[in-house]
Each structure stands twice: as structure tokens, then as C-alpha cells.
């Protein structure tokens, strides 16, 4: 069972930079992918960024060159450092994984970004 907790977002201005974790436990870097999506009010969902099961990430094109990820194995940590923000980028952002190729199956309780302009 793979569980996923979110944490780090917060109020920022826009220009500001915040930095999200989410700890996986239960996860298999072999066989799950793990991104980050967002849903912002009165909006669908979004994929923010996926990173397949060989660690390559593919970004939205609303957040490329402004988002980017990183991982520590060691925490069982993904990072999604944001930079530049925007006040478009204000929304629930959700840690997912799932069997790659399968669909996102798991997901976090979320964290809250707000830009303000």
C-alpha cells in the first residue's frame, strides 16, 4: 500500500518560490510513477509534472522552466521546487503514484499554494 504525504505550501507573493515534499512510503521506483498534479477552484485537475519509473520528468507547459523536481531516495522524498510564481499557479497541489502505465491509484490528502499579486 502506498501512501503519500504532502507538506510545504504555504502564502507567497508572485515572483516568490515555495518548495512542496511529499513522502512516499510503499512506493517501488522500478514499477510506480509519482507526480504532481493541482485543482485550483471552479477548475478541473492538472498534471503538474509525472516522473516515470526511470526518473524522467515531463512537465505541464504552464510550469516548464519554472517548476522542477527532485528526489531523495534516502527520505523516500519527492521535492517539487517552484519558482517564479504566479498568481495562476494558486491551487490544491496533490502528490500521486501509481503502476506506471496503469493510472494514478494514489493520492495525498493535498497542500494549499496561494500567490498573491
Known amino acids: 500500500q502506498v501512501q503519500l504525504v504532502e507538506s510545504g505550501g504555504g502564502s507567497v507573493q508572485a515572483g516568490g518560490s515555495l518548495r512542496l515534499s511529499c513522502v512516499a512510503s510503499?512506493?517501488?521506483?522500478?514499477?510506480?510513477?509519482i507526480g504532481w498534479f493541482r485543482q485550483a477552484p471552479g477548475k478541473e485537475r492538472e498534471e503538474v509534472v509525472e516522473i516515470d519509473s526511470d526518473g524522467m520528468a515531463s512537465y505541464a507547459i504552464a510550469v516548464k522552466g519554472r517548476f522542477s523536481v527532485s528526489q531523495d531516495y534516502v527520505k523516500s522524498t519527492l521535492y517539487l521546487h517552484m519558482d517564479s510564481l504566479k498568481p495562476e499557479d494558486t491551487a490544491m497541489y496533490y502528490c500521486?503514484?501509481?503502476?506506471?502505465?496503469?493510472?494514478?491509484?494514489?493520492w495525498g490528502q493535498g497542500t494549499q499554494v496561494t500567490v498573491s499579486s
Open positions: 510503499g512506493y517501488s521506483y522500478s514499477r510506480h510513477c
Open positions: 500521486a503514484a501509481g503502476v506506471c502505465g496503469l493510472g494514478y491509484g494514489y
